[in-house]
Antibody
Protein backbone atom coordinates (compact mmCIF):
# COMPACT_ATOMS: atom_id res chain seq x y z
CA UNK A 1 0.00 0.00 0.00
CA UNK A 2 1.08 3.56 -0.61
CA UNK A 3 2.68 5.17 2.43
CA UNK A 4 4.59 8.31 3.25
CA UNK A 5 6.41 7.90 6.55
CA UNK A 6 7.81 11.03 8.14
CA UNK A 7 10.53 11.48 10.71
CA UNK A 8 9.76 12.15 14.35
CA UNK A 9 9.02 15.29 16.30
CA UNK A 10 11.73 17.90 16.72
CA UNK A 11 12.38 20.64 19.27
CA UNK A 12 14.57 23.48 18.06
CA UNK A 13 15.76 26.86 19.28
CA UNK A 14 15.23 30.12 17.40
CA UNK A 15 17.85 30.44 14.67
CA UNK A 16 18.32 26.68 14.31
CA UNK A 17 17.59 24.61 11.23
CA UNK A 18 15.40 21.51 10.97
CA UNK A 19 15.38 18.77 8.35
CA UNK A 20 12.27 16.59 8.05
CA UNK A 21 12.29 13.38 6.04
CA UNK A 22 9.48 11.64 4.18
CA UNK A 23 10.05 8.05 3.03
CA UNK A 24 7.74 6.86 0.27
CA UNK A 25 6.73 3.29 -0.42
CA UNK A 26 4.17 1.39 -2.47
CA UNK A 27 4.48 3.41 -5.69
CA UNK A 28 7.05 4.61 -8.20
CA UNK A 29 8.69 7.46 -6.32
CA UNK A 30 9.87 9.32 -9.41
CA UNK A 31 6.40 9.55 -10.95
CA UNK A 32 5.11 12.14 -8.50
CA UNK A 33 5.76 15.50 -6.95
CA UNK A 34 6.31 15.74 -3.21
CA UNK A 35 4.60 18.73 -1.63
CA UNK A 36 5.31 20.16 1.81
CA UNK A 37 2.43 21.72 3.74
CA UNK A 38 2.48 23.02 7.27
CA UNK A 39 -0.19 23.68 9.90
CA UNK A 40 0.41 25.88 12.92
CA UNK A 41 -1.46 24.87 16.11
CA UNK A 42 -5.18 25.48 15.67
CA UNK A 43 -4.64 27.08 12.26
CA UNK A 44 -5.21 26.23 8.61
CA UNK A 45 -3.00 24.65 5.97
CA UNK A 46 -0.10 26.49 4.34
CA UNK A 47 1.57 25.19 1.19
CA UNK A 48 5.36 25.54 1.27
CA UNK A 49 6.34 24.15 -2.10
CA UNK A 50 6.98 20.98 -4.09
CA UNK A 51 9.86 19.04 -5.51
CA UNK A 52 9.74 16.77 -8.52
CA UNK A 53 11.03 13.36 -7.52
CA UNK A 54 11.72 12.77 -11.23
CA UNK A 55 14.23 15.54 -11.89
CA UNK A 56 14.62 17.50 -8.64
CA UNK A 57 12.95 20.64 -9.94
CA UNK A 58 11.49 22.74 -7.15
CA UNK A 59 8.73 25.30 -6.77
CA UNK A 60 8.84 27.16 -3.47
CA UNK A 61 6.27 29.55 -2.08
CA UNK A 62 7.80 33.02 -1.98
CA UNK A 63 7.15 33.18 1.77
CA UNK A 64 9.75 30.48 2.35
CA UNK A 65 11.97 30.94 -0.69
CA UNK A 66 15.07 32.12 1.16
CA UNK A 67 14.79 29.70 4.09
CA UNK A 68 13.68 26.35 2.65
CA UNK A 69 15.44 23.65 0.66
CA UNK A 70 13.64 20.55 -0.63
CA UNK A 71 15.62 17.58 -1.85
CA UNK A 72 15.09 13.94 -2.72
CA UNK A 73 17.14 10.75 -2.60
CA UNK A 74 15.76 8.46 -5.28
CA UNK A 75 17.93 5.56 -4.07
CA UNK A 76 15.88 5.44 -0.85
CA UNK A 77 12.64 7.03 -2.14
CA UNK A 78 12.97 9.73 0.49
CA UNK A 79 12.19 13.42 0.31
CA UNK A 80 13.61 16.01 2.66
CA UNK A 81 12.57 19.51 3.68
CA UNK A 82 15.06 21.73 5.46
CA UNK A 83 13.90 25.00 7.02
CA UNK A 84 16.54 27.42 8.30
CA UNK A 85 16.61 30.40 10.65
CA UNK A 86 13.70 29.03 12.63
CA UNK A 87 11.40 31.40 14.52
CA UNK A 88 8.75 30.68 17.10
CA UNK A 89 6.03 31.11 14.48
CA UNK A 90 7.52 28.18 12.54
CA UNK A 91 6.10 25.92 15.24
CA UNK A 92 3.76 23.67 13.29
CA UNK A 93 3.01 20.20 12.04
CA UNK A 94 4.82 19.69 8.73
CA UNK A 95 3.28 17.29 6.21
CA UNK A 96 4.63 15.79 3.04
CA UNK A 97 2.11 14.79 0.39
CA UNK A 98 2.45 13.36 -3.09
CA UNK A 99 0.69 14.79 -6.12
CA UNK A 100 0.70 14.93 -9.89
CA UNK A 101 0.06 18.12 -11.82
CA UNK A 102 -3.63 17.52 -12.50
CA UNK A 103 -4.62 16.29 -9.04
CA UNK A 104 -4.43 17.53 -5.53
CA UNK A 105 -2.35 15.74 -2.95
CA UNK A 106 -3.77 12.23 -2.69
CA UNK A 107 -1.49 10.63 -0.10
CA UNK A 108 -0.11 12.38 2.95
CA UNK A 109 2.46 11.61 5.57
CA UNK A 110 1.43 11.43 9.21
CA UNK A 111 2.95 14.81 9.97
CA UNK A 112 5.99 15.93 11.94
CA UNK A 113 5.62 18.38 14.81
CA UNK A 114 8.40 20.95 14.88
CA UNK A 115 8.47 23.07 18.01
CA UNK A 116 10.62 26.20 18.08
CA UNK A 117 11.19 27.52 21.56
CA UNK A 118 13.97 29.14 23.53
CA UNK B 1 -1.24 34.99 -5.32
CA UNK B 2 -4.78 33.62 -5.51
CA UNK B 3 -6.71 34.13 -2.29
CA UNK B 4 -9.39 31.52 -1.56
CA UNK B 5 -12.26 32.54 0.69
CA UNK B 6 -14.40 29.79 2.19
CA UNK B 7 -17.82 30.31 3.62
CA UNK B 8 -19.27 29.89 6.07
CA UNK B 9 -16.57 29.58 8.71
CA UNK B 10 -18.57 27.16 10.83
CA UNK B 11 -21.78 25.23 10.20
CA UNK B 12 -23.87 23.49 12.84
CA UNK B 13 -25.80 20.64 11.27
CA UNK B 14 -27.38 17.26 11.99
CA UNK B 15 -26.68 13.85 10.48
CA UNK B 16 -28.75 13.25 7.37
CA UNK B 17 -28.76 16.89 6.30
CA UNK B 18 -27.50 18.17 2.96
CA UNK B 19 -24.76 20.80 3.03
CA UNK B 20 -23.07 23.01 0.47
CA UNK B 21 -19.72 24.64 1.18
CA UNK B 22 -18.42 27.58 -0.84
CA UNK B 23 -14.92 28.46 -2.01
CA UNK B 24 -14.41 31.72 -3.90
CA UNK B 25 -11.14 32.63 -5.62
CA UNK B 26 -9.76 36.15 -6.01
CA UNK B 27 -8.97 35.35 -9.64
CA UNK B 28 -9.77 32.55 -12.05
CA UNK B 29 -8.30 29.17 -11.13
CA UNK B 30 -6.20 27.83 -13.99
CA UNK B 31 -7.74 24.73 -15.60
CA UNK B 32 -10.17 24.55 -12.66
CA UNK B 33 -7.40 22.90 -10.66
CA UNK B 34 -9.35 23.12 -7.42
CA UNK B 35 -9.27 20.42 -4.75
CA UNK B 36 -11.26 19.79 -1.59
CA UNK B 37 -9.85 18.12 1.52
CA UNK B 38 -11.36 16.82 4.74
CA UNK B 39 -9.36 17.00 7.96
CA UNK B 40 -10.25 15.49 11.30
CA UNK B 41 -8.49 16.38 14.57
CA UNK B 42 -5.02 14.89 14.83
CA UNK B 43 -5.11 13.54 11.27
CA UNK B 44 -3.62 14.54 7.95
CA UNK B 45 -5.95 15.99 5.33
CA UNK B 46 -7.72 13.58 2.99
CA UNK B 47 -8.29 14.40 -0.66
CA UNK B 48 -11.99 14.34 -1.58
CA UNK B 49 -12.28 16.14 -4.91
CA UNK B 50 -9.78 17.26 -7.54
CA UNK B 51 -10.19 19.18 -10.77
CA UNK B 52 -13.23 20.86 -9.18
CA UNK B 53 -15.53 17.89 -9.73
CA UNK B 54 -13.66 14.56 -9.85
CA UNK B 55 -13.94 12.34 -6.81
CA UNK B 56 -10.71 10.90 -5.49
CA UNK B 57 -10.31 7.15 -5.17
CA UNK B 58 -12.50 5.63 -2.48
CA UNK B 59 -14.55 8.76 -1.78
CA UNK B 60 -18.28 8.06 -1.33
CA UNK B 61 -20.60 9.46 -3.97
CA UNK B 62 -22.40 11.59 -1.40
CA UNK B 63 -19.49 14.00 -1.88
CA UNK B 64 -19.65 16.08 -5.05
CA UNK B 65 -17.84 19.13 -6.32
CA UNK B 66 -18.83 21.71 -8.87
CA UNK B 67 -17.92 25.13 -10.17
CA UNK B 68 -15.45 26.81 -12.45
CA UNK B 69 -13.47 30.00 -12.77
CA UNK B 70 -13.72 31.69 -9.39
CA UNK B 71 -16.69 29.98 -7.71
CA UNK B 72 -16.62 26.42 -6.45
CA UNK B 73 -18.79 24.32 -4.17
CA UNK B 74 -18.54 21.07 -2.27
CA UNK B 75 -21.84 19.34 -1.57
CA UNK B 76 -22.41 16.50 0.88
CA UNK B 77 -25.80 15.04 0.04
CA UNK B 78 -26.49 13.31 3.39
CA UNK B 79 -24.20 13.99 6.30
CA UNK B 80 -22.93 10.96 8.12
CA UNK B 81 -21.55 11.16 11.67
CA UNK B 82 -18.05 10.69 10.25
CA UNK B 83 -18.36 13.79 8.03
CA UNK B 84 -18.11 16.29 10.88
CA UNK B 85 -14.67 17.76 10.26
CA UNK B 86 -12.92 20.76 8.74
CA UNK B 87 -13.00 21.13 4.97
CA UNK B 88 -10.39 23.03 2.97
CA UNK B 89 -10.26 24.02 -0.67
CA UNK B 90 -6.92 24.42 -2.47
CA UNK B 91 -6.06 25.75 -5.89
CA UNK B 92 -3.09 24.11 -7.58
CA UNK B 93 -3.30 25.82 -10.96
CA UNK B 94 -0.84 28.59 -10.24
CA UNK B 95 1.94 29.01 -7.75
CA UNK B 96 1.71 29.42 -4.81
CA UNK B 97 -0.84 26.65 -4.33
CA UNK B 98 -3.04 28.40 -1.81
CA UNK B 99 -5.58 26.97 0.63
CA UNK B 100 -8.78 28.48 1.88
CA UNK B 101 -9.08 29.11 5.60
CA UNK B 102 -11.41 26.16 6.11
CA UNK B 103 -15.05 25.47 6.99
CA UNK B 104 -15.79 23.53 10.15
CA UNK B 105 -18.84 21.26 10.19
CA UNK B 106 -20.05 20.59 13.69
CA UNK B 107 -22.99 18.71 15.10
Amino acid sequence: QIQLLQSGAEVKKPGDSVKVSCKASGYTFTSHLINWVRQAPGQGLQWMGWISAYNGNTNYAQTFHDRVTMTTDTSTSTAYMELRSLRSDDTAVYYCARSVYYMGADYWGQGTLVTVSS
Amino acid sequence: EIVLTQSPGTLSLSPGERVTLSCRASQSVTSNYLAWYQQKPGQAPRLLIYGASSRATGIPDRFSGSGSGTDFTLTISRLGPEDFAVYYCQQYGSSPYTFGQGTKLEI
